[in-house]
């Protein structure tokens, strides 16, 4: 069919006179890193929110494997394969990091309707739920409550949930966010690693890990896509560096001047 | 297994006294403690969908009389079986749960806490207009239930039995809140955004959740219609809604056990004020409002932390329900 | 069932409406400006209530009892907010729920030590009882399209003063960002103490208005409450227009329904249908709506 995985097809949302969605028509194709960048304000959260089905577009289709999934409830678009990490840390705060990992390992299967068992003693879940931990690079406290872990391993956190479903495309939503220079680095790596296995759309300000992780890069601005292309393209791209150099309170204008 | 740290003996030692004093009190105290389980039990219930699920209702109360009602009507057509009628008490508080619970878990938030409320008003006043069942005074249940041979009129022995389900019920909701099932609603408690992103559809796990809370405030019910040999509508009240809340909260919620502690001190408080004054709740409406904005914990916190019976660091206490998306407390930009 | 009577029945649902949009509207507008559930609602009607005969006793004249009562509500509205209210707006719903729960146990206990438990009727002021002929062969009581009449004025100048006014958009800003209306000088606490004694007014005028009509007891207030949290539910959280709305939804639904399901249903079960009809009124709009016909933009 489409060698599009996820793919809208003019989406539009406005919030009365504010239109944060304007007939935006994305594709993200099988097994590429794309990347969405843009100024504050873009609209980027309100795409985002459409893509998960946490808010319902105007108008217009978002199609994922095929389907039209433009009315599936979250939920749905999780378990067919559509995994998240937020941009402003979301995880369960009460429950050990472990105890968060696994709990979207044990999303994995069709239903959690056991009343019984002790779910902290099915290595079922516990083993996968450790490994992904030593994946991200949280495998020392597994055992740490997460509303204690500092920011940085929340970030960390984010990712080894998004990853712990088994999904098919993963949408990372700034996941460098507020993290210091070595963190970057590390998660940077951690992103590089897993790449190939997954697509990936990434919604990010760094523009050092935009341009070393995306296949491609499509430019958001005012609610519309303004260019789509690969990094070269987009550096060199006119109405992109108009719409960044234009911007004050975005250094992009530097970023994309820099050599790499 | 059992985690015999401090807190389990702790549990124990409450459980022993539990066990072990009755036989020396009279038949009032006896009554008493029969009242605080039963009570503590429909706190439970609330715990349940509280502290675990982080919903917030203000209708157990309806599923607590439904399951009294229907206890007791069955007692008076004559099923006086306890094996036949406790069970079905049972079933009718989880079916009219199903019903209130498929509608009001639709909303969210202060709209469901409303919702709820005016839900379990609607079945008072249902309840009110029972004639043949001698509506706002309600109906004396002619005996108690009988466990097959064994008859319960006698007060210990009722007790010893209410103790008991009350024990199974403490067990089971630990089994339940441990499971699979419970770390799904404890997620959806603590982030329900993240649970669904992860692919927990939260209606279906907070219904069915919802249900289990309204089978064990049914059996409650049925046991206070034993207890006090009479049901009515006050039983129903969305003023005792708010009361089996205020259990949980003084007792610690997020427990199980606190809900027991929290109704023990309400009846307590009751009991010894009213020896005083009829105007008791004068006095309890002021310290319900101190416990909210004073304390930090209920008494099964306090005394967790008192005879450092903590084991693991116990979990920060999570203000829920918690605003979607967020950890941090107050944060405009997550949500929609 | 007359031309007559159905028009009685209707002005009495639209009085009924207007009540519960005295209450709602309380309830809706502190919620929606400072994201506070205030159960204790229901407490304001009945001390407005109870205050009205109490001034009156003192008194003997309802023109000096009615102001005498109000300021006396509005001043226990102010001590309730700056002990109680004020420290729940930072806090989350539960123990704002449990708090004002509190706080209504205490005071139906605290006018049950002042006034006793008995339901003490209160008479029409003299120079509004009687009746008018809305249509031929329809007389209807003065006094309840006189406190009709207040309650739709009071309506407007509410309107005015929120649409209209420089405190108005401060209300209405302060429920978008209290931080930045902080930030701008604005001193947030006088605000959020005004917009609570607005609405503990309208509440305590609803309960004054309603005080010959119904008597004054213990709990008077409560099912008022929760018809007004009904009204909140379906009319939508935070809307001044949902209450509205919904409060006539719900006045005229609950009154017709009072007489017609009699009418048409004669079994036992008929005064249970009869209280039930507004929750089946308010089940239906949460299948189509969930957040309520009106629901405020913000979540």
Redesign the interface.
Known sequence: MSEFLLETHHLRKAFGALVATDDVSLGIRTGETHALIGPNGAGKTTLVGQLTGELAPDAGRISFRGRDITALATAQRARLGLARSFQITSIFPSFSAESNVALAVQARKPHSFRFWRDAERIPALRRPAQKLLDDVGLGGVGDTIAARMSHGQHRQLELGMALATNPVMLLLDEPMAGLGLEESRAMSKLLASVKRQYTILLIEHDMDVVFSLADRISVLVGGRIIASGTADEIRNHPDVRVAYLGEEDDDLGGDLDADR | MAYLGRRGLLLLLLLGAAIALPPYFGVYHTRFATQIAIYGMAALSVDLLLGYTGLITFGQAALFGVGAYAAGMLTVYGVTNAFVAWPLAILVSMLFALAIGSLSLRTRGFQFIMVTLAFAQMVYYFAQSLRNWGGDDGFTVPQRNHLGFVSLADHTTFYYVVLALLVLVVLLSQRIVKSEFGMVIRGIRDNERRAAAVGFPPYPYKLVVFVIAGGIAGLAGALMANHAKFVSPAGLSWQLSGELLAMVILGSANSLIGPILGAAFFLAFRDVLSDFTEHWMLFFGPLLVARVLLMKEGIWGLLVRATGAEGKPAPPKVDFPVASGAVAKSNPGAGR | MTLALLVEQLFNGLQFGMMLFLMAVGVTLV?GIMRV?N?AHGSLFMIGGYFLMAALAWTQSYALAVPLAFIAAALVAVVLEII?LR??YR?????Q???T??????????V??IWGRESIPLSIPPFLTGSVEIIPGGAYPIYRLVITGVAIVAGLLLYLLITRTRVGALIRAGSD?REIVAALGININLLYTLVFALSAMLAALAGIMMGPLLSVEPGAG?PIL?LA??V??IGG?GSVRGALVGALMVGIFDTLSRVLIPLVIQT?????LV??AV??L??VV??FS???LFAA???
Request: aromatic share 10%; charged share 10%.
């Open positions: 919620f559930i159960l109680v420290p729940l806090r989350g719903p539960l123990d729920v449990l708090a729960f509190g706080l209504t146990l205490f005071f139906n206990e605290a049950t030590v960002n409560d929760i949290l009904v909140v539910v959280i036992n079960a008929t005064s249970a209280g039930m929750y089946v308010m089940a949460l299948l969930r957040t309520g933009h913000r979540g």
